[in-house]
């Protein structure tokens, strides 16, 4: 109570946060965060802080309109911290992960409009991640201008790892397979010119690359538990020819691993 008293204190006095307000506002931030993680299991902060609405008052701080002395880096460091807390808050706690869902339109205007701060972006869709995580109910219910941002993310700002990450949630893993989210997700992929164009640039080349590693893996779970649609989509996509001439020609073994994913999703193991 007293360190959201004290953020309280310190935006109701003042629009604007000079270099030593900066530095208060994110230590208390992080202090809250690293309550949440001090406990096995996380649920006892995390039901603590549900019970006071904190989670509420963390996002009523993202919504303020504020300065800082050190002009949008001081801005991205407040909201990389809040967003940080978020992340935890909702971490494997589906009451907490609903309720910050009802936030997410907001978020991801977010993702777009601090796209040039350094690190912003990434922290909120690590958020988004972690809101979406493991969570059947929300996944289903997903729509595509949810995943629209990140598909824009992919085409203007591409080749971040943490973005394909997002879609892999949302299709979910470990045999929890969400079909109408493999569809969908391949859907805007190829649909898209600009990150069809970047598709087109990835497949077949075999240098190390997580980016590239992670797309093609992102494509075969695309097309994971038998969905033919998606399989279809993916062979005309990439070859098997070109499946077995980098399995072939590559040393590295993560390439392998993902090529080798991709033909036992597209082309064995199908519907």
Same mark, same amino acid.
């Given at each position: 109570k007293?360190?959201?008293?004290?953020?309280?204190n310190?935006?109701?006095s003042?629009?604007h946060l000079?270099d030593?307000k900066?530095?208060e506002?994110?230590?208390?931030?992080?202090?809250?965060?690293?309550?949440i993680?001090?406990?096995?299991?996380y649920?006892y902060?995390?039901?603590?802080?549900y019970?006071m609405f904190?989670?509420?008052q963390i996002?009523?701080?993202?919504?303020?309109p504020?300065?800082?002395?050190?002009?949008d880096e001081g801005i991205?460091?407040?909201?990389?911290?809040c967003?940080?807390?978020l992340e935890?808050?909702v971490?494997?706690?589906?009451?907490n992960q609903?309720?910050?869902a009802e936030?997410?339109?907001?978020?991801?205007h977010? =993702?777009?409009?601090?796209k040039?701060?350094?690190?912003v972006s990434?922290q =909120?869709?690590s958020?988004?991640?972690?809101i979406?995580?493991?969570?059947?109910?929300l996944?289903?219910g =997903?729509?595509d201008?949810?995943?629209?941002?990140?598909i824009?993310?992919?085409?203007e700002?591409g080749?971040?790892?943490?973005f394909?990450?997002?879609?892999?949630?949302?299709?979910?893993?470990?045999?929890?397979i969400?079909?109408?989210?493999?569809n969908?997700?391949?859907n805007l992929?190829?649909?898209?010119n600009h990150?069809r164009m970047?598709?087109?640039?990835? =497949?077949?080349?075999?240098?190390?690359?997580?980016?590239?590693?992670?797309?093609?893996d992102?494509?075969a779970?695309?097309a994971?538990?038998?969905n033919?649609?998606?399989?279809?989509?993916?062979?005309?996509?990439i070859?098997?020819?070109?499946?077995?001439?980098?399995?072939?020609?590559a040393d590295n073994?993560?390439?392998?691993?993902a090529?080798?994913?991709f033909?036992?999703?597209?082309?064995?193991?199908?519907?």
């Amino acid at each position: 109570k007293n360190l959201m008293f004290q953020l309280g204190n310190i935006f109701s006095s003042a629009d604007h946060l000079d270099d030593s307000k900066l530095e208060e506002v994110v230590e208390l931030i992080s202090e809250l965060t690293t309550y949440i993680y001090s406990f096995d299991g996380y649920q006892y902060a995390q039901d603590l802080f549900y019970n006071m609405f904190i989670y509420e008052q963390i996002i009523e701080i993202i919504r303020h309109p504020f300065y800082t002395d050190k002009g949008d880096e001081g801005i991205a460091m407040i909201i990389i911290a809040c967003y940080e807390f978020l992340e935890a808050f909702v971490q494997d706690n589906s009451r907490n992960q609903e309720v910050i869902a009802e936030h997410i339109g907001f978020m991801l205007h977010q =993702i777009l409009y601090h796209k040039d701060l350094h690190g912003v972006s990434n922290q =909120i869709t690590s958020c988004v991640i972690e809101i979406y995580k493991d969570n059947v109910n929300l996944c289903s219910g =997903i729509s595509d201008s949810i995943l629209q941002p990140f598909i824009t993310m992919l085409s203007e700002h591409g080749r971040s790892t943490i973005f394909l990450d997002f879609f892999r949630t949302i299709i979910g893993e470990n045999g929890n397979i969400l079909k109408q989210n493999q569809n969908r997700v391949l859907n805007l992929l190829v649909s898209d010119n600009h990150t069809r164009m970047l598709l087109n640039f990835e =497949i077949g080349v075999i240098d190390d690359d997580s980016y590239r590693v992670g797309l093609i893996d992102l494509l075969a779970l695309c097309a994971e538990g038998k969905n033919y649609y998606t399989e279809v989509s993916c062979q005309k996509m990439i070859s098997l020819e070109t499946c077995l001439s980098v399995c072939m020609e590559a040393d590295n073994l993560r390439i392998k691993s993902a090529y080798a994913f991709f033909i036992d999703e597209v082309y064995l193991n199908t519907e």
